[in-house]
């Protein structure tokens, strides 16, 4: 973990949002947030003198800091203000969409490197189920993506057991009862490749639970391999593996704040 030491090349992806300039904050939980450790473990650390406020040795954990203007450092080395990260994960199949869990490795097992402590995956994808997820610690945004009423759309690619139809097409376009109250709202099937075994891409702005293969369950067909390839105007790109991430670009950032507004 970089305990909040970012350099100047990734400083604008990491995409710090202004609190206000003279905002104050504990010490405590400024060096918490930038992932130094637990509240307790913090205030063991400010017991051996190696935090410095610009310049001065800091032992209380209840002093009043400005995060965007003090010069607060840890053994020298400067500690960063980074009030929100945004990262563009590609989950693989095996763990879960979580923050922890108890039997499975979660999808925040692989962001290694983060300055953050309080990230969180953005909406969730099936344990087997793989592809691009926005991890982050802004709720407001996080809110606004998953907001139903903001129509963001997510495109997945799929293997499907069974020859897709352009039947299927139209019914997908109608909205398909998958059990529920109301009817899945409109989907966008394309059929790239139609066999026994079929290939196809299906664009969707709702999220519900296991929906897209209880879409295809709904026509009589099933899921066999599924992978998200967007969200609103992020793309699942070719120079990330499954597992690896990356910081989102600030043109990437914008671009998810102004979706469908």
């Keep these: 973990m970089k305990f909040g030491m970012i350099d100047q090349e990734n400083a604008t992806s990491l995409q710090t949002i202004e609190k206000g300039k003279n905002e104050l904050m504990r010490l405590d939980k400024f060096l918490t947030e930038m992932g130094l450790g637990t509240r307790s473990e913090v205030k063991k650390i400010l017991k051996t003198k190696q ?9 209380k954990p209840e ?25 563009l994960f590609y989950k693989p199949a095996g763990c879960v969409t979580a923050t922890e869990d108890q039997l499975h490795k979660t999808v925040m097992d692989y962001l290694t490197d983060t300055v953050r402590s309080d990230l969180f995956p953005v909406g969730r994808l099936d344990i087997d189920t793989e592809g691009l997820l926005l991890i982050t610690n802004d709720g407001a945004l996080a809110h606004d993506l998953l907001s139903p009423a903001k129509h963001v759309e997510k495109t997945y690619y799929a293997v499907i057991d069974g020859v897709v139809t352009e039947k299927d097409v ?32 299906l664009t969707i702005t709702e999220g519900r639970f296991h929906q897209v293969k209880r879409m295809f369950e709904a026509v009589g067909k099933k899921v066999l391999y599924l992978k998200r390839i967007s969200m609103g105007p992020l793309q699942l790109t070719d120079d990330l593996k499954p597992g690896e991430y990356r910081p989102l670009t600030k ?5 998810l704040k102004t979706v469908n507004k």
Excluded: H, M, W
């Design 251 to 255: 043109e990437e950032i914008t671009a």
């Design 170 to 201: 139209n019914s997908f376009e109608n909205g398909v009862d998958i059990g529920e109250e109301k009817l899945t709202k409109p989907g966008k099937l394309r059929i790239l490749k139609s066999e026994p075994e079929s290939e196809i891409e």
């Design 51 to 59: 935090i410095t406020v610009n310049g001065e040795i800091v032992t």
């Design 63 to 87: 002093t009043k800091v400005e995060p965007e203007n003090d010069q607060i450092s840890y053994k020298g080395e400067p500690v960063t203000y980074c009030e929100y990260e945004y990262y």
